[in-house]
């Protein structure tokens, strides 16, 4: 499986309200930012990172896969996942200039698509190239009703609809307002709505610093919060540490740190519950296994960011045992050969060989950008 091409490619797709925030974020469209790459015996594989859909940061990310993986990976064996991988991710100029952000988002697209095209050529689906599933049932939690800037009618109504007629037993609601009591009477309101059976997570995306968190946590404490994700700044274990002892709600993290390391010491700290890595913020699937088997000899559950929208994360999820659920936002399902697939809110296996990343030609064609 000698690769012959590497070829970038930018998707910017539309979503599924007009336009979503959260505490921090307001986006109209979600960046599908990646790679396919073909082998001289034909095949194609296909991965990708998230993003917010801004092609002048979209454009640095094919770049970095165009200008400087593409050449180190030509004429390589597609078969040698680890070596690879680290030809990459140590590579001496691209360490000096990167461990994160841009260099590390175009390896996890690089890394997912060599994932497909291993699990193609073996002709299975990625969770059972990796080794089989685990369980015949993954449960979904629906964070695509729980916007900050819905209003209350509109939070309650997909609430609602997502417990009574999709079948949802979980949802995520954001928070972050200025007024944290705008969202204990927002939490208060959909517990009612959907009752005590539902379990309700809620994230902050890293708004808050940690007397609010705190001062929050002790007015949310009979609304039976799941778990609180990204409390307080990304990068701060200190904080999340004291603000774990001091809450009997759990916090969940992990969608914004790029290495094992980063996880390993918001573990160590006992800063984290639940554990969130994102393949398209790691350095794709081989980092996130890392992570994983981390969390697991930790005896913590791991819970995937759905930043690549769940499609590789479903493999995931199904594959590896300290996998308990996943998230559930339908952006970008419709744009692939094999979408997600949620029905009465747990998710069907993927049974088509790969990682579910090959993109729809037509959507390629209609919502593809020039990578400059």
């Known amino acids: 499986m000698k690769i012959a091409s590497v070829e970038p490619f930018i998707l910017h797709l539309p979503l599924t309200s007009e336009s979503i925030s959260d505490s921090t974020h307001s986006i109209t469209h979600w960046g599908v930012v990646g790679t396919k790459i073909v082998t001289t015996d034909g095949l194609v594989g296909y991965g990708f990172t998230g993003t917010h859909a801004h092609l002048p940061s979209d454009r640095l990310i094919t770049a970095c896969i165009r200008d400087c993986y593409a050449p180190l990976l030509i ?6 996942h680890t070596r ?7 590579h001496p100029a691209l360490q000096w200039v990167g461990r ?20 193609k050529k073996a002709g299975q689906p990625l969770w059972a190239y990796l080794g089989g599933a685990r369980t015949n049932s993954l449960e979904a939690y629906n964070t695509d009703i729980g916007w900050l800037s819905f209003r209350l009618e509109t939070l309650l109504g997909g609430a609602a609809k997502a417990v009574e007629v999709d079948g949802f037993t979980r949802l995520k609601i954001k928070v972050g307002h200025d007024d944290p009591n705008t969202d204990i009477a927002r939490l208060a309101a959909v517990r ?23 001062r929050f946590c002790m007015q949310a404490r009979d609304l039976d919060i799941y778990w609180f994700e990204e409390p307080l700044w990304y990068d701060d274990v200190a904080g999340h540490a004291a603000l ?4 009997a709600i759990p916090i969940a993290l992990g969608e914004q740190l790029y ?6 010491a918001f573990i160590s700290a006992g800063a984290v519950a639940y554990v969130q890595p994102d393949v398209t913020r790691l350095g794709g699937v081989t980092e996130y296994i890392q992570v994983a088997d981390l969390a697991h000899a930790h005896r913590l559950p791991v819970v995937p960011h759905a930043g690549e929208m769940s499609q590789v994360h479903v493999h995931l999820s199904y594959w590896h045992p300290a996998s308990t659920i996943l998230e559930y936002i339908p952006w970008i399902k419709d744009h692939f050969e094999e979408p997600i697939d949620v029905r009465d809110g747990v998710y069907r296996r993927p049974e088509q060989p790969g990682a579910s990343t090959t993109v729809l030609q037509e959507s390629l064609a209609r ?5 400059g």
Request: hydrophobic residues 45%.
């Open 192 to 214: 009612k709505r959907v009752g005590p059976s539902v379990r309700i997570a809620i994230d902050g995306n890293g708004k808050w610093d940690l007397p609010t968190c705190q």
């Open 367 to 371: 919502y593809g950008k020039s990578i």
């Open 75 to 80: 004429g390589e064996d597609a078969n040698d």
């Open 244 to 247: 774990a002892r001091s809450t």
């Open 100 to 119: 994160a952000g841009i260099t590390q988002l175009a390896l996890a697209a690089v890394d997912v698509a060599l994932w497909d095209l291993r699990a």
């Open 259 to 264: 290495t094992v390391d980063a996880f390993s």
């Open 84 to 90: 690879l991988w680290t030809k990459l991710a140590r």
